[in-house]
C-alpha cells in the first residue's frame, strides 16, 4: 500500500514536471538560442511619400509640434543635424502628444499619448489607448484601449509609458502605470498578441517603465525597470510570448551615474545580448523632460557568475 | 540696479515639518516617521560658523593670486609638494580654473596628491619609474569637474592630465573633519540626534560613524554626509562644502544584509519631506487673528482654505491654478505650467522646499502681518528655458490679505509675457461685485470678465473694485499697479467673477490645466465657466478669477520676472529680478 502510493506520487509528479511541460513551461527550462530580436521594416508609405528610408526617422519629441513626424536628416543619429524634409500625417495628431514609437516587422507603427507639461491635449481617460499606423497607407488608426483602472485619479497624469515588440511571436509588450498612486502600484504589462489585438497575458500591480527584450543566458527575458525605484527586473518569456514564471530583480541603477537613482527609460539589447539601460530622474510629474539628463549604463551577463555586471556609464 | 532678494520680510519663523508645534489633520500618512521627523535646513539664511571663517579668508585670498588654486590643505610630504607646484604651474593642468569669456577665476583646490598607482600609468607610451610619480587631484567647484595630473617629479614635468565632467575627486581629511564640524555644530543635527554628538565620538570608528558620499543634485554642490549611528538607525547630516552649511538630517534603518541601501541625496530628502508632511495633509495655521488650512497641490500649486479672521469666515480657498507663458518672438510658442508637488502630480515645476512663514514690517519697522510663501522651481534654474515661481499669501492685523505670486525667470527668452491664473472663492454666501466707474460703485448684474488697462479708474487712486454683503461689509480690491513696493510695475491683469454653484464644481476642486500657453486675450480659462450663458452673480457666493500679464525684460537696471548666474567667489551665484503680482484686499469698514 505504501510503495504504491510513492509509485503513483512518483508517476504524478513525473508527469506535472516534465511531460506536463513539453506542452506549456517545465521544470527543465526552454534553453534557446540567442537571437537579436530586430526585425523592424521600414513602413512602405515612407518611400512613397518621397522621403528616403535610410535618413529617415520618426519623432514624437519635437517640443512645438505635437503628435508623431517623419523626419529626414542630413545625418541620421545627429541629433543636432539639420532637418531636410518633415511630414505629418493629418491623424498623426488625433493622440495629442505621444511618447513611445514601435516598428513592427510589417512596418506598422505603434505609439500611445503621453503627456508633455500638461494634459491640455492629452487628457487622462485617453492615457490607455494604443496607436497604430498603417504601414501602407500611413493613417494612425486606434488600435486598441487597455483596461483602465477604476483609481483613475489627477495626480497620476501617466498611462501607456513603455512599449517592446518579440519579433517571433509577434507579440507586442505595453507597460501601463494609469490609475498608480503614491501608495499604491497599480500598473500592468500587457502581452498582447498584434494580429488578434487580445491581450494574452499580463503582470499586475507593478509601473513598469522602460522595457527591452534579450535572449542572454539561453532565456528569452523581458527587462523592464519601473517609475517606483532604480532596480531592472527580467521576467522570461515561453515560446508563445507569454510570461514564465515571476520578474526578479537582476541589478539595479542605484547608487550609479551622476544622480544615483535613475529610472529606467529605455532597455536596448545589443548584438552580443548586451543592455545598454538608459536611465532618467522620473518621479511621475510633468517636469519637462529636457530639463532630464540621461544616462546610458551598460551591463553584460556573466556567465560564470550568472549575473549582470555593469561596465560604465556612456 | 534695483535685486529683489525676496526678503523685505524681517525674521522668518520657518515650518520645517510635520514635526512642528502645529497640528496636522486629513488621513493617516503613509510615510515613515523617518521621512516626517527629516529636517530640511533653512537655505534663506546662510548659518556661519566661526570655525569656517579662516577657510573662507583663505579661499577669497587664493581667488586674488595670479594661479588662483587653493593649495591642499591637507599635510604633505616634500615630495608631493613638489608635485603639486608643478601641476599649478603647468597650462594645461591649470586651463579651466578661469572663465573663458570674463576671465574671473574659478573656485578650484587641489583635494589630494597621492603616489600613482601602475594603473595610473598605464596608457602611457613612454616608460616612466613608478616611484618618481605623483597623481594630483584638482576640483572645480562651479563646474563640478575634476583635473588630474600625472606629476613625474624628478624629471620635474608633467606626463599626463585628464579631466572628468560631473565628478568630484575624494575628499581630503581637512575637508572630512569640517564636514563632521558643520554637522556635529548644526542645531538641527543636535536635536535629531539627542545630544550634540563630539568630534571624537564621530572619529571613532567604534561609533559605526563614516562620511558618506552624497549628491546634491539640485544645487550641485560638493556635498558629504556624516552619519551617525544610533539605536541601530543611521543619521545622515548631509553638508554642503560650497557653502559651508547643512543641507537637511534624515533618519534610515541600517541593515546588515541584502542590497545597499538607497543614498540620501538632497533631492530625495527635500521630495519626501515635502510630500508626506505639505501634499498628502494639511497644515493649520492660527496667527493674528487669521485662521486656515494649507497644503501643496498637484497643480494649483499652494491652495489655502476655510480662511478666516476673527472668527469670520472670509475664503472658502484661494490658489493658483496655471502660469501661463508666452513668447512673442515664435507665434504660439510657450508653455502652460502648472506648480505643485514633486511626487504623483501635474506639476511642471515643482516644490523644493516647504511653505514658509514670515513676519510682515512696515516701513516704521514694527510687525504687521505675515506671509505665507511657497518656492517652485525647476532643477536647471537659472539657466535657459527653467523657471522659478513664487507663491505669497499676504495677511494683516488689520483684515487686509493678498494673493500674490512672481516669476523669477528665466524662461525661454527675454520676449516672454507670464500670465499667472488665481482662483478666489469668497466664503460670504451672499456677495455682490461692483467696480469704479470715476463716481459710483456699479454692481455686474451677471458673470463677467473685465481687462486692467490704462483707462482704468481707480477709487482713492487704488480700488477698482468691491465685493460686498448687501450689509456693506466685504473688501475693496486693490490691483497690482506698481504701488505694493515689491518692484511690481502694475498687473494689465484680467478679473473674471463668477458664481460658486452648490452642484457643480467649477475649480474648487483640484484643477487641470485650465487653459493654453499663449492666447493674449481673455481667454485664458476661467471664461469657459461663464461662456456662453452668464449666471446671475447678484446676492451670491462668488469666485474672483484674477490673470495678471507680466512682460519679462532683460535690459540691464531693468530686469524683470528674470534670473542670471554671475560668478562670486569664484562660484555661480542666483541673481533674481521677481516681478510679482496680484491683488490686495482692504476691508471696507477699514476705510469707515
Redesign the interface.
Known sequence: MKLKLHTNAGIILFIACCLLPILHSSCKEEVVDFDANNCKRNPPFIQTMGFDAKSSFFSTSDI?TMGLLLLQSEQPGNPNARITKSFQHPSWKKGGWLAPILIDDAGNIFTSPA?F????DNPIANNNTIYRVDAGTGEMQEFLRLPFEDSIN????YGIIGMVYLCETGTLYVSSVAG????EENGHIYAIDVKSKKIIDQINHIDAMGMGISYAAGKRQLFFGTGR??DVQSVTLNAAGKYSGKPEVVF?L??LG????DKVRRIRSGPSGNLAVSGIEF??????P??KQETVYEFVYDEESQKWVFQKPR | MRIFVLLFISSAGFLFSCNNKTESSGSVNKYNDDVLKSVIANTDSLKTFDFVNARVEAIKNALQQPTPVLLCGDSLNSNQKLAQQIAVRDSTFTRSIRDIGSNTPFRTEIFGVYPARESDLSNLKEKINLSDCYRVEMYNYPLNLTTVALVDIKRQKIIATFTQQQTQPEIPLHLKNLAIKIAINSPEVQEAYGIKPSEKDALMASTKTSLNRTRCERSHHLCVAPTFVKDGKALWAIVDLTEHKLVGVRWTNVGTTGPAAPMITERRLQDDKVTACFCEKETPLEKDGWKMNYMLTSSDGLRIAQVSFNGKPILQSAKLVDWHVSYSGTDGFGYSDAVGCPYFSQAAVIAFEPPKIMMIKDEGGNFTGFALEQAFRSEQWPTPCNYNYRQRFEFYKDGRFRVSAASIGRGCGNDGTYRPVFRIAFAAEQNNFAEWSGTNWNNWPLEKWQSQNAATVYAESKYQYQLSDNTGNGFFMQPGNGKFGDGGRGDNAFVYVTQTKPTVDEGEAELVTIGPCCNTDYHQGPEKFIEPSPDNIQNKKLVVWYVAQLKNDDTKGREYCWAESVLENGVYVTKAYPCFAGPMFVPINLKK
Do not use: M, Y
Not at chain 1, 489627477?154 to 497624469?157: A, E, G, I, L
Not at chain 1, 498608480?180 to 501608495?183: A, F, G, N, Q, V
Open positions: 512645438k503627456p507639461i500638461n494634459i491640455l489627477s495626480q497620476n497624469p498608480s498612486r503614491l501608495h525605484n532604480s539595479t542605484q547608487n551622476s544622480r544615483g537613482d518621479n511621475f510629474n510633468l517636469v519637462a529636457r530639463e
